[in-house]
C-alpha cells in the first residue's frame, strides 16, 4: 500500500478508532476525540442578569462626564466588575460602591485591595440607607423641613438592572437633597420616558416624576455589544440634574399616579374613584388623557379638585 492510499483510508476510518497501515505500530493506542470546554456567553451569564459595560471608550465618556472633583465622594450603584470604578478611583474621586452579588463584593475588594479612596458596600441598593451612607461619607446635615443640606452633595452613577430602573430612580428622588447630580445608564426606552413631554407617546408617571425632582436629558445611546453577555436592547445615558428643596408634595405624586395608571382612559375616568364624579364632570379639562396634559395643568388640575382648594377650572393649553 502506497503512502497515498495509507493517508486516504485514515481519513476515511471513524474518528477515535485505530486504524492499521503499514505503518502502524504493532499495538495501536486508540486515538480519543478532543472535546474542547468552550464557555458560551449565556453560560457565563451572571447571577442577578447582569449586563457588565466592558467598552472603554463609552466607560471613559461616562467617568468624563462625571462632574466629580479630585478627594470627593461619588457614589456608584452595582459596581460590576470594576471597570468604572477603575476610572473613577484613577480621576481621584472616592468611592462608596453599592453591590449586591456577594461574589462581586469579594472580586472588587480584591481587584481595589492597595486603594484607600474605595468603601465596597455589601447590600441591595433599594435596602441600604442611602441618606445615612450619603451624609456619613460626606460630613452633610440637613433639615427635613427645608430640604437644604449643607455639606457636599454628591453625585451618583450607574448601570441600573433593567428591571428595578424605576424603583431605583425613585430611591435616588428619596434623597434628592443630598445628590447633586445622577448619571444612569438604562434602557433606552426607560430613557426616552424619562425625558418625554406632554403629547408624545412616551410621556408617562415617570416622565412627570423625574421633571418634578430633576433637569432631565438624555446624553447619549449606548449599542447592545458594549456589555457583555451583550442585552437585546439599546440602552442610553442619562443625566438627572437634581432641583434644590424637599421635591413633590407625596400627595400630589399619588394623585399624578392615577392620572396615569391607564394613559389611554380619559382623567375623569382614571380619577372616579378617588374624587366626586360630578366635581369631575364639571372640569372639561378631565375629558383629556393626563398625556395631553403638562405637569402645571395637572397640578391646576389637582388644585381644583383638592377641599378647600376651589379655583376656576384650570384654562386647556396646547395640546399639539
Known amino acids: ?5 495509507a493517508l486516504h483510508r485514515l481519513l476515511a476510518a471513524p474518528f477515535g478508532h485505530a486504524v492499521k497501515t503499514p505503518f502502524s505500530r504493532p499495538n495501536p493506542i486508540p486515538v480519543r476525540p478532543v472535546h474542547w470546554n468552550v464557555v458560551s456567553a449565556k453560560s457565563e451569564r451572571p447571577r442577578w442578569g447582569q449586563h457588565f459595560l466592558r467598552d472603554r471608550g463609552v466607560l471613559d465618556r461616562i ?5 466629580v472633583q479630585p478627594g470627593e465622594w461619588v457614589v456608584e450603584i452595582g459596581p460590576g466588575r470594576g471597570d468604572l470604578t ?8 472616592r468611592v462608596l460602591a453599592v453591590e449586591i452579588d456577594d461574589q462581586l463584593v469579594e472580586h472588587l475588594k480584591n ?11 455589601h447590600g441591595d441598593i433599594l435596602n441600604v440607607n442611602l441618606g445615612e451612607l450619603i451624609a456619613s461619607r460626606s460630613g452633610q446635615t440637613s433639615s ?11 453625585e451618583v452613577t450607574g448601570n441600573l438592572p433593567y428591571y428595578i430602573t424605576s424603583p431605583i430612580i425613585r430611591r435616588i428622588f428619596g434623597v434628592q437633597a443630598q445628590v447633586s447630580t445622577a448619571l444612569l ?10 425625558v418625554a413631554v406632554k403629547g408624545t407617546r412616551d410621556y408617562a408617571y415617570l416622565s412627570v416624576l ?17 456589555f457583555q453577555p451583550p442585552p437585546k436592547v439599546t440602552s442610553a445615558l442619562v443625566q438627572l440634574k437634581m432641583r434644590d428643596g424637599l421635591g413633590p408634595d407625596p400627595d400630589f405624586l399619588r394623585f399624578l399616579q392615577l392620572c396615569f395608571r391607564q394613559p389611554r382612559k380619559m382623567l375623569r375616568n382614571n380619577l372616579s ?22 405637569i402645571e395643568e395637572l397640578r391646576a388640575l389637582w388644585d381644583a379638585l383638592r377641599p378647600g382648594h376651589p379655583p376656576p377650572a384650570p384654562a386647556l393649553m396646547d395640546r399639539s
Do not use: W, Y
Request: contains cysteine; charged residues 25%; proline residues 2%.
Open 1 to 5: 500500500m502506497d503512502l497515498s492510499a
Open 63 to 67: 467617568a468624563s462626564t462625571l462632574a
Open 86 to 93: 477603575e476610572r473613577l478611583l484613577s480621576r481621584g474621586a
Open 111 to 121: 481587584r481595589f485591595r492597595d486603594s484607600t479612596a474605595i468603601e465596597v458596600i
Open 144 to 154: 427635613q423641613t427645608s430640604g437644604h443640606t449643607s455639606g457636599q452633595r454628591l
Open 185 to 194: 445608564l438604562v434602557q433606552k426606552e426607560v430613557a426616552d420616558r424619562i
Open 210 to 226: 423625574c421633571q418634578l425632582h430633576a433637569e432631565s436629558k438624555t446624553l447619549f445611546s449606548v449599542p447592545p455589544n458594549a
Open 273 to 294: 374613584g378617588a374624587f366626586d364624579r360630578e366635581a369631575l364632570g364639571a372640569l372639561e379639562v378631565t375629558r383629556c388623557r393626563a398625556q395631553q396634559l403638562a
